[in-house]
C-alpha cells in the first residue's frame, strides 16, 4: 500500500468551512481518499462582546494577549477594520506579548501585522497552559484572552492557578 492509496474508497467528513479544511482536504486527496468540508458550528459575533475586547486591549493595560483560534482573530481584526480602529488596535498588540494558540492563528494575527512572540509546542488550550507554565511570569501579570463565551474556562482556571490575571 502506497501514501497515494491509503484512503483508497475512503470518504472524510471534515467538520469544518471549506476556506477552512483546504489543507486537511488536499492530505485525504492526496492519500486516495475523497473529502467533504462540513460546518458543524457556525460563529455568530458577539457585537458588544468584541466591542468590549477592543476597548479593553486598546486600554493598553494588559501584559499579554492569547489568541486561540484564527476565527477569533478575524471576528476582533474585521470588528476593529469597520469602526476604524484597527490600526490603533495592531499598534497596541505591537507594545505587548501576544500568543497564539498555534501556527494557522499566528498565520491570521501576521496577516493584520501584528507580530506573535510566543506560540506553545502543542496547538491546544494544554500547550497555552504547559506553554504559561515554563514562563514563570510574575503573579498578578494582566493577561486578555478574546474568546467565545461557549468556550471551556480550562485555560483561564489553569493560568489563574499560576496566579496570572486572566480576563476573557
Request: contains cysteine; proline residues 4%.
Amino acid at each position: 500500500m502506497t501514501q497515494t492509496d491509503l484512503l483508497e474508497n475512503k470518504t472524510l467528513v471534515i467538520t469544518r468551512k471549506s476556506e477552512d479544511a483546504k489543507e486537511f482536504l488536499n492530505l485525504v486527496t492526496s492519500a486516495g481518499g475523497m473529502g467533504i468540508a462540513l460546518p458543524t458550528i457556525d460563529i455568530v459575533p458577539n457585537l458588544s462582546a468584541i466591542k468590549n475586547a477592543v476597548r479593553l486591549i486598546l486600554l493598553g493595560e494588559y501584559d499579554i494577549c492569547i489568541f486561540m483560534s484564527p476565527s477569533g482573530v478575524g471576528v476582533l481584526c474585521e470588528y476593529a477594520t469597520e469602526y476604524d480602529k484597527i490600526k490603533n488596535l495592531v499598534s497596541v498588540l505591537n507594545t505587548k506579548t501576544v500568543v497564539a494558540q498555534g501556527p494557522m492563528t499566528k498565520k491570521s494575527l501576521q496577516k493584520y501585522g501584528i507580530f506573535v512572540s510566543q506560540i506553545p509546542d502543542r496547538f491546544s488550550s494544554e500547550g497555552i497552559v504547559s506553554l504559561f507554565s515554563k514562563l514563570n511570569l510574575e503573579p498578578g501579570k494582566k493577561i486578555i484572552v478574546p474568546r467565545s463565551g461557549m468556550s471551556n474556562d480550562f485555560v483561564t482556571r489553569s493560568l489563574t492557578n499560576l496566579g496570572l490575571d486572566i480576563t476573557e
